[in-house]
């Protein structure tokens, strides 16, 4: 992750299985390591990253977009991980924490 990658951080009020949320919201996904998994949203890539726990067992992660989505110039990245976010975590079975 490069210093200037658009990142969001995002706490749990539980721990969840994040590859098992990305399922039920049909983010298509690939698992790399027990902490990240590579995930495409809308065309873009994206890398989730658990930070508190791991892939199955987080209570926190990170987002970064890797890759802009190649039909939707008018979304900039940071628009991007907002609906990633929004509909990632409407679909895991516990809330996301506020900021």
Known sequence: MEDDDPVVHCELADSVDLRAGLEAAYIENLGVDAERTIVIYQSAILMVVATDGDAAAAHAFDVELWEPPIHTHDLGPDEVLAEFV??????????????
């Open 86 to 99: 929004e509909d990632f975590t409407t679909a895991l079975p516990t809330t996301r924490q506020p900021e």
